[in-house]
């Protein structure tokens, strides 16, 4: 497996003007990547990109992760800016609190389109260039893919779904030398949990956050987890690192199964296979 110094490379990532994709692209940049920023709104977008450096270091387009001609343009239009694109971040994404007997079907598929769904079209628009570089394709999951809350079932549904796509994914790309990994934090200080404080039923379930299995932890030490793993090219990344048990615990058996029971050239034939139909 390559190990990255990240000096000079590419990195894009959609929903770069949020909490916590602002704080990976300023750690990104310290590292010397350039950055191709992905967001909804071009003022946004490109006010974060102005505060990181000239054109040639940082610059935003705007994209949908619901729209994936609009990726596809976005990318597009990074690669021929950048010369290559490296590196992808899948990091957009939402959540809401509420009962499946009063959740509206309406905000149900939103949470799976955005949080899900974008991570596919994100990853399927950059997978050409990132094939190109033999490069890494990363997501933003959480804890919530192992450990499911009640009042959340679209959110750990679609965060679960995402740990599940970046398996599979990854099991299509290894002879291309692409890696893939998913990023699984515990709560951190985002102004979505901002949300949950403020959300009585947030309060109850979680008790604050200050303590016990559901203490927050710092936003840096997120940051820094998803920046050593880009550069490690990990598959699974976890924060805090006590919790790493608890994420394995699921996949325990992956790795053998990927051995075993999809040798050799198994998978790049059946992909061959299946794209003739």
Same mark, same amino acid.
């Given at each position: ?23 990976? =692209? @300023? ?17 946004t ?11 040639? +270091? ?14 596809e343009? =976005?990318?597009?239009?990074?690669n ?8 992808v971040? $899948?990091? $957009? ?10 959740? @509206?079907?309406?905000?149900f598929? #939103? ?29 933003i999951?959480?804890? $919530? ?11 750990? $549904? ?19 030398? +692409?890696? +893939?990994?998913?990023v ?11 949300? +949950? ?6 309060? #109850? ?5 200050? @303590? ?19 550069? @490690? ?10 919790n790493?048990?608890?994420? #394995? ?15 050799? #050239? ?12």
């Amino acid at each position: 497996m390559t190990r990255y110094r990240l000096n000079g490379l590419t990195v894009a990532m959609t929903g770069s003007s949020g909490g916590l994709g602002s704080e990976v =692209a @300023k750690a990104l940049l310290r590292r010397g990547a350039r950055l191709a920023l992905l967001d909804l709104d071009q003022a946004t977008v490109g006010a974060q990109a102005q505060s990181l450096g000239a054109r040639d +270091v940082a610059r935003g387009w705007v994209a949908d992760v619901r729209d994936f001609e609009a990726l596809e343009t =976005a990318l597009a239009s990074a690669n021929e800016h950048f010369g290559r694109i490296d590196v992808v971040v $899948a990091n $957009a994404g939402i959540e809401t609190m509420a009962p499946m007997a009063s959740l @509206k079907p309406a905000t149900f598929e #939103r949470i799976i389109d955005i949080n899900l769904t974008g991570v596919w079209r994100t990853f399927r628009a950059a997978l050409p260039y990132v094939t190109e570089q033999r490069g890494y394709l990363l997501a933003i999951s959480s804890m $919530a893919a192992f450990i499911h809350s009640p009042l959340q079932g679209a959110y750990t $549904a679609s965060k679960a779904g995402v740990w599940a796509l970046c398996d599979s994914t990854r099991l299509e790309v290894r002879h291309l030398g +692409v890696d +893939v990994g998913s990023v699984h934090p515990t709560f951190f200080d985002t102004p979505m949990m901002d949300n +949950v404080f403020a959300d009585p039923a947030g309060n #109850r379930l979680w008790g604050g956050n200050q @303590k016990g299995l559901w203490k927050m932890v710092s936003r840096d030490s997120v940051v820094d987890s998803i920046v050593t793993g880009i550069e @490690k090219r990990q598959s699974l990344i976890v924060c805090p690192k006590r919790n790493t048990l608890v994420a #394995r615990a699921p996949g325990l058996f992956r790795p053998i199964v990927d051995r075993i029971g999809f040798p050799g #050239r198994v998978v790049p034939d059946a992909i061959e296979l299946a794209t003739r139909f």
